[in-house]
């Protein structure tokens, strides 16, 4: 990620966003944004739904959107301009039946799956596009591919088949460049961070974690888990930051995000209100009845999720509903519950997950309705006025600036 000397404006209110969402969240107050539909192939665009996989510090979001037959493999890659606005198509895909990105960087690089389905199948090849060229990004040697991380400098991972058939994660390259398989011990690459460190596995557990560039993969163990815990790894942050989800006989159960020095934090969901507790064993599940994962984790350390209640008797039976963090994972709250200032009314709808959260604080919500909103905190009175003031002292220092370079040298520098 770029570190400009000199901040925009458009940078400063983003900065500001940062500096509420840092507030504790039943503190702040939120906007949300419907990222909307494009014209899908097979008729209107009402009743689509559109799932948003991830988002960039722009606030463009990408993910796909189903056709009106809803096939699983009818789904179609969009992208957004900056802030959620003005959904598109993924553009310049060759001709295919599917395609789904899964993730995108700042300079607005896309990368995912597209392929078609067959009698037999389905194939898949991962793809890198967007703000550049679309491209295939090949195999190991084999037939399938799929992407489902990009880092600023265009390093892509996830997994590829290579000559033997047998599924290996990869790195690639900047760019989308060469293939590289990471001798990983498990499954996929999942999420990569700036300095190329990667994360994965198989949905079931156990993880690996890499070095920088993909070097020395190995198996994660992280701090607090045991038994028959399985860590399944989410994300890998810039600070190095893991996020974690443990899998027990078919439920989520442990939380956590792991530090860069081998310590860990654990993320609470049975303080949020939805949460029920259940016993073991009750009606054939192991441990709570209300399972959470971790599906989103930003360079402040907030992370985002989805807590499913079971069908047990209570207000909040059977629902899937949202959580995000504070900063290190602290502060945990119900999306559905946050003060919402553009809502006329208690909402028609759920917030079911959050799939992603850039490092403004923005993050991008799945619904029960088939819509993705990009949700922002709304910046108080008092950031907005420290925010001005910021302008106004910029614009005295490039002043300054300007009139020093005019000044001919001292007589000590003259010296």
């Known amino acids: 990620m770029s570190h400009p000397t000199l901040f925009s404006p458009l940078t400063l209110t983003a900065f ?22 494009f014209a899908s192939p097979g008729g209107p665009t009402a009743g689509v739904p559109t799932i948003a996989t991830a988002i960039n510090d722009l606030g463009q979001v ?53 392929g078609s389905s067959t009698g037999n199948g389905t194939d898949s090849q991962a793809f890198i596009g967007g703000s550049t060229p679309f491209r295939s990004l090949g195999t190991l040697g084999g037939a399938n591919s799929g992407a489902n991380g990009v880092n600023a400098s265009g390093q892509v991972t996830g997994w590829a088949n290579d ?26 690459g999942v999420s990569i961070n700036a300095s190329g460190q990667v994360v994965g596995g198989n949905s079931l557990g156990p993880s690996f974690v890499t070095g920088p560039n993909g070097s020395g993969a190995a198996t994660y163990g992280p701090a607090g888990y045991g038994g028959d815990e399985q860590p399944v790894t989410v994300a890998i ?26 310590t860990g934090t654990s993320i609470d969901a049975s303080s949020l209100p ?22 989103a984790l930003n360079n402040l350390g907030q992370v985002g999720g989805s807590l ?14 949202a959580f995000i963090t504070g ?9 559905n519950d946050l003060n919402f200032v553009n809502a006329n009314g208690p909402l028609d709808f759920q917030f079911r997950s959050v799939a ?16 993705a909103y990009l949700i922002a905190a709304v910046p108080e009175p008092a950031t907005i006025a420290l925010m001005l003031a910021g302008l106004g002292l910029i614009g005295v220092t490039a002043r300054q600036g300007r009139n020093t370079a005019a000044l001919p040298p001292s007589r000590h520098e003259a010296a």
């Open 16 to 37: 500001a966003l940062g500096l509420a969402t840092a507030q504790p969240a039943n503190a702040v107050d939120y906007e949300f944004f419907d990222i909307g539909a």
């Open 62 to 114: 990408t993910g796909y959107q189903y056709d009106r037959n809803l096939g699983i493999q009818t789904a179609q890659a969009f992208v957004t301009g900056a802030n959620g606005q003005g959904i598109q198509a993924l553009g310049d895909l060759p001709s295919s039946s599917w395609s789904r990105a899964m993730d995108i960087n700042n300079a607005g690089q896309v990368v995912g799956s597209y």
């Open 163 to 188: 000559a033997s058939g047998a599924s290996r994660a990869f790195i690639s390259n900047a760019n989308g460049g060469t293939l590289r398989d990471l001798n990983a011990p498990f499954g996929a």
């Open 237 to 262: 942050n810039d600070r190095g930051q893991i996020a974690v989800s443990s899998y027990i006989s078919y439920a989520f159960n442990h939380l956590s995000l792991q530090n860069a020095d081998g």
């Open 274 to 295: 939805a949460y029920q507790p259940g016993n073991m064993g009750a009606f054939g599940q192991y441990g709570p009845i209300s399972h959470a994962s971790l599906t």
């Open 308 to 321: 499913s209640i079971g069908f047990y008797p209570g207000r909040y039976a059977g629902q899937t509903r």
């Open 327 to 335: 900063p290190d994972g602290m502060g945990i709250q119900d999306v």
């Open 356 to 371: 992603d959260i850039n490092n403004l604080g923005q993050f991008v919500v799945n619904a029960s309705n088939g819509h």
